[in-house]
């Protein structure tokens, strides 16, 4: 199905506005992907917040041109599937989780703002602990100390009230 002007127009604005928000972009080569395993990578994408689309490369390369990733329309190739996301770990972790139990799915590349990263880049950054994840550990962190703190002074009174039923046990058993 070919796109006319007005059509192509309107995906390469899409897509602009999606780059524009996005700290992470992943390419992958779909070849022999049947339609239940896209639509399970598509479920677990938008899940995970990451805009999952096959686009024409010509229409992302137009897209990509004056942005932060204008870097990679060099490696746009081939059938390529491509996520993009405003969180920098989203997008690499959920194609390359898809990409460990189907290997139909090849990952190519991807990048940060103003860096391009190559396969090894992008399994890289899947082993990152993501940002809310991250928050989480230092909200445990941060917390650790007071919890600490109020459970040690919770123990004055216990001790206290165990002590006392000790010495009532040991009256009544006199």
Do not use: C, H
């Not at 899940?47 to 024409?56: A, M, N, T």
């Not at 942005?67 to 690499?92: C, R, W």
């Amino acid at each position: 199905m070919s796109l006319n002007r007005e059509e192509k127009a309107a995906v390469i604005e899409e897509i602009s506005a999606q780059v524009a928000q996005a700290q992470s972009i992943v390419f992958a080569e779909y070849r022999g992907l049947d339609v239940a395993s896209a639509t399970v990578l598509r479920k677990q994408a938008r899940e995970s917040g990451v805009y999952l689309r096959v686009l024409k490369n010509t229409l992302v390369r137009r897209a990509l041109a004056d942005s932060s990733f204008d870097g990679l329309t060099s490696q746009l190739t081939g059938p390529l599937m491509y996520a993009i996301s405003a969180d920098p770990v989203a997008a690499a972790k959920v194609l390359a989780d898809f990409a460990k139990t189907n290997d139909k799915l090849v990952i190519k590349g991807g990048g940060l703002p103003n860096s391009i990263l190559d396969v090894e880049g992008v399994k890289a950054l899947a082993t990152m602990p993501s940002r809310d994840e991250l928050l989480a550990k230092l909200l445990g962190t941060m917390q650790a100390p007071i919890a600490t703190f109020v459970r040690t002074l919770n123990e004055v009174p216990t001790k206290f009230v165990r002590g006392l039923a000790a010495v009532r046990d040991q009256k009544e058993a006199a």
